[in-house]
T-cell receptor, first 111, second 113 residues
Framework: GEDVEQSLFLSVREGDSSVINCTYT??????LYWYKQEPGAGLQLLTY?????DMKQDQRLTVLLNKKDKHLSLRIADTQTGDSAIYFC???????????FGQGTTLQVKP | DVKVTQSSRYLVKRTGEKVFLECVQD?????MFWYRQDPGLGLRLIYF???????EKGDIPEGYSVSREKKERFSLILESASTNQTSMYLC????????????FGSGTRLTVV
């Protein structure tokens, strides 16, 4: 079946890089996504990557996709306290077309 | 920008009450979804709809129903609210195009007492 796994918690110091990891099971996924959820708010789409790409960069965000290992990562450079949030990885399931979400990784940024 | 609007940010209801959560999107998206989010359990899909008057059960439909009479509006109904339905409820929409992610509303935090 379709499943997405993430670690639950990551703590970094302000100014460091953060790397949030995600693994998925559906090798036919066409698109993979990263969402950010700030406290008490809905999910905001940060970025997405097409499955034929290895990397996508957008300002401080770098997405790496290893399709062979079904591993997706989100790197945030120069992490700021405003980056503290829950980050969700999601894949678009090839069977259903629906997004399958991971459990979310809580990123804590210490000053 | 696409907007998905959920009618209430916070709601407090009594056990046994009928509760309506409303969601409206303004970009003519075909697909709409209702999730609940609980600590440690991530997002769980309750119901979704591919078109007006169409609805499909998600992973946890028990205790809920939905209504989609117009394309822009998707309502979640708790027929008889119970304390275990205390949660954050998130609505989302997406067009049929495959590369689009979902656009989420701000969420409704429902407390059933």
């Amino acid at each position: 079946g379709e499943d997405v796994e993430q670690s639950l918690f990551l703590s970094v110091r302000e100014g460091d890089s953060s790397v949030i990891n995600c693994t998925y099971t559906d090798s036919s996924s066409t698109y993979l996504y990263w969402y950010k959820q700030e406290p008490g708010a809905g999910l905001q789409l940060l970025t997405y990557i097409f499955s034929n790409m290895d990397m996508k960069q957008d300002q401080r965000l770098t997405v790496l996709l290893n399709k062979k290992d079904k591993h997706l990562s989100l790197r945030i450079a120069d992490t700021q306290t405003g980056d503290s949030a829950i980050y969700f990885c999601a894949e678009r399931g090839s069977n259903t077309g629906k997004l399958i979400f991971g459990q979310g990784t809580t990123l804590q940024v210490k000053p | 920008d696409v907007k998905v609007t959920q009618s209430s940010r916070y709601l407090v209801k009594r056990t046994g009450e009928k509760v309506f959560l409303e969601c409206v999107q303004d970009m003519d998206h075909e697909n709409m979804f209702w999730y609940r989010q609980d600590p440690g359990l991530g997002l769980r899909l309750i119901y979704f709809s591919y078109d007006v008057k169409m609805k499909e059960k998600g992973d946890i439909p028990e205790g809920y129903s939905v209504s989609r009479e117009k394309k822009e509006r998707f309502s979640l109904i708790l027929e008889s609210a119970s304390t275990n339905q205390t949660s954050m409820y998130l609505c989302a929409s997406t067009p049929d195009s495959t590369y689009y992610g979902y656009t989420f509303g701000s969420g409704t935090r429902l407390t059933v007492v």
